[in-house]
């Protein structure tokens, strides 16, 4: 994909500093991630960026990591007026109330564990996916699960960024959903 074909990133090249740290910190809310994808402005095309994406996802500190986690709401829980954890969370909507009470549940246990919010790219999972991806994670150790939360971390961003540069901008996207 080129520059050209997508009307996003010439846009995402060129925003000023602060409209373009705005757009990424609605991708990832780690300031360390936005700053390196800001610094390695413009990009060629889409492949580049998440290229960077994933460079900065893998570069994130533990600390870091919790500063990305702390922008994404519990699993069957999307926050109000938010439509883009709603979309990306659509698996929970229609689930039957004893999976969306499991779930809570699990919410819970896996945050006294590990002292922050499961993280997975939900996107096109359904209930049964994310509550049994809970299940087997709950008895990682907490590196272990650090690794796991840094790959659906990147996942999630690499949709994201996807969609902040194939759009004329993310908030339109964002609005239609």
Request: negative net charge.
């Amino acid at each position: 994909m080129t520059s050209n074909s997508t009307p996003g990133l010439p846009r995402f090249n060129t925003l000023a500093e602060d409209e373009a740290t705005a757009a990424l910190h609605e991708v990832c809310t780690s300031t360390a991630w936005g700053r390196a994808l800001l610094s390695r402005r413009p990009y060629a095309d889409v492949e580049a960026l998440l290229r960077a994406g994933d460079a900065a996802t893998a570069a994130l500190t533990a600390g870091d990591l919790a500063e990305a986690m702390a922008g994404h709401p519990p699993i069957g829980r999307p926050r109000p007026g938010d439509p883009v954890s709603s979309r990306e969370q659509r698996g929970m909507a229609g689930a039957p109330e004893e999976l969306r009470a499991e779930m809570l549940e699990l919410n819970l246990a896996y945050q006294e564990r590990f002292g922050h919010v499961f993280l997975i790219c939900a996107t096109g999972a359904t209930g049964e996916q994310m509550r049994d991806a809970v299940k087997s994670r709950i008895g990682n150790s907490p590196e272990e699960e650090r690794e796991h939360v840094r790959t659906e971390l990147g996942r999630i961003n690499r949709i994201r960024l996807t969609r902040l540069v194939t759009e004329d901008t993310y908030h339109t996207v964002m609005e239609r959903e």
